[in-house]
């Protein structure tokens, strides 16, 4: 089992920044890909971006390239989310996840998950 807590998430202005953590703990954290999803009332969960195990791989989805940079800190068991230009459209619930293996972009990959975090960006 894989334990996920994010935080970070809140409320800004669109143009500013937020940095959104997820703490994993059980398992070996650098055996496990992670990503961050995103889900906006209304709307199916959707992939922000992905993190290979070593931290060499990522992939992000084309509405936050260039605006978003996932990276992860192995010997703190922790991965981020540094989110800059915000703009309302990210307005969501932000989840954590991990799987075994390699990257991939569908939540039906994903084995554990996090409670999520609010991200609300006011225009």
């Known amino acids: 089992q894989v334990q996920l807590v994010e935080s970070g998430g809140g409320l800004v202005q669109a143009g500013g920044s937020l940095r959104l953590s997820c703490a994993a703990s059980?398992?070996?954290?650098?055996?496990?890909?992670m990503a961050w999803f995103r889900q906006a009332p209304g709307t199916e969960r959707e992939i922000v971006a992905t993190i290979s195990w070593s931290g060499a791989y990522q992939y992000y989805a084309d509405s936050v390239k260039g605006r978003f940079t996932i990276s992860r800190d192995n010997a703190k068991n922790t991965v981020y989310l540094q989110m800059d230009s915000l703009q309302p459209e990210d307005t969501a619930a932000y989840y954590c996840?991990?799987?075994?293996?390699?990257?991939?972009?569908?939540?039906?990959?994903?084995?554990?998950w996090g409670q999520g975090t609010q991200v609300t960006v006011s225009s």
């Open positions: 059980g398992r070996t954290f650098s055996n496990y890909a």
């Open positions: 996840a991990a799987k075994q293996g390699s990257i991939y972009y569908y939540p039906a990959a994903y084995d554990y």
